[in-house]
T-cell receptor
Framework: AQKITQTQPGMFVQEKEAVTLDCTYD???????LFWYKQPSSGEMIFLIY??????QNATEGRYSLNFQKARKSANLVISASQLGDSAMYFCAMREGNTGNQFYFGTGTSLTVIP | NAGVTQTPKFQVLKTGQSMTLQCAQD?????MYWYRQDPGMGLRLIYYSASEGTTDKGEVPNGYNVSRLNKREFSLRLESAAPSQTSVYFCASSGLYYRNEQFFGPGTRLTVL
């Protein structure tokens, strides 16, 4: 089974609107971390936000927030007030606490912000 | 701090040639990783090293070898390059714990003719 599933290959959003990028995960490890990365067309991988499995509150970093629903095993990224510079690929990833050092990545969502 | 550095940035090989991709990190991280990224696909793990002296296969290890030279450096070797290995290669490093994010190098764009 896939550890990380991102079901939206491509998304469009109007500038200044909010957008939600979906991510579901699969693990039986009680300790895990969830991460979102941004990859602009220039190619570098940029860390955006982290959510731990024991965190009670949803993580926020500026315009990025994570809608963490543990029972549903989802960790959706919310970008508020979209900007043209948000156009990029977005990857969700998970790292388990007790089963090694691997990170599991989804296949990504391509976000295009329309002026 | 340079973070994670990779060399070279670009490389063109002929089928059958060999090469080594170099990676170094200056963040005192224990774990290091090599990924490949193909068009329209996510990152696929080739090999990783949890700590100095250990290496483990990832999802797509065939055709590659790695060396964890010391805590800072983790190299990826293609012994006999094939066109199927045309890809962008990323090195990454991370601290030990599940809350530690990965830091990525800038990538190496490899073309095998």
């Amino acid at each position: 089974a896939q550890k990380i599933t991102q079901t939206q290959p491509g998304m469009f959003v109007q500038e200044k609107e909010a957008v939600t990028l979906d991510c579901t995960y699969d693990t039986s490890d009680p300790s895990y971390g969830l991460f979102w990365y941004k990859q602009p067309s220039s190619g570098e991988m940029i860390f955006l936000i982290y959510q731990g499995s024991y965190d009670q509150q949803n993580a926020t970093e500026g315009r990025y927030s994570l809608n963490f629903q543990k029972a549903r095993k989802s960790a959706n990224l919310v970008i508020s007030a979209s900007q043209l510079g948000d156009s990029a690929m977005y990857f969700c990833a998970m790292r388990e606490g007790n089963t090694g050092n691997q990170f599991y990545f989804g296949t990504g969502t391509s976000l295009t912000v329309i002026p | 701090n340079a973070g994670v550095t990779q060399t070279p940035k670009f490389q063109v090989l002929k089928t059958g040639q060999s090469m080594t991709l170099q990676c170094a990190q200056d963040m005192n991280h224990n774990s290091m990783y090599w990924y490949r990224q193909d068009p329209g696909m996510g990152l696929r793990l080739i090999y990783y090293s949890a700590s100095e002296g250990t290496t483990d296969k990832g999802e797509v290890p065939n055709g590659y070898n790695v060396s964890r030279l010391n805590k800072r450096e983790f190299s990826l070797r293609l012994e006999s390059a094939a066109p199927s290995q045309t890809s962008v290669y990323f090195c990454a490093s991370s601290g030990l714990y599940y809350r530690n994010e990965q830091f990525f190098g800038p990538g190496t764009r490899l073309t095998v003719l």
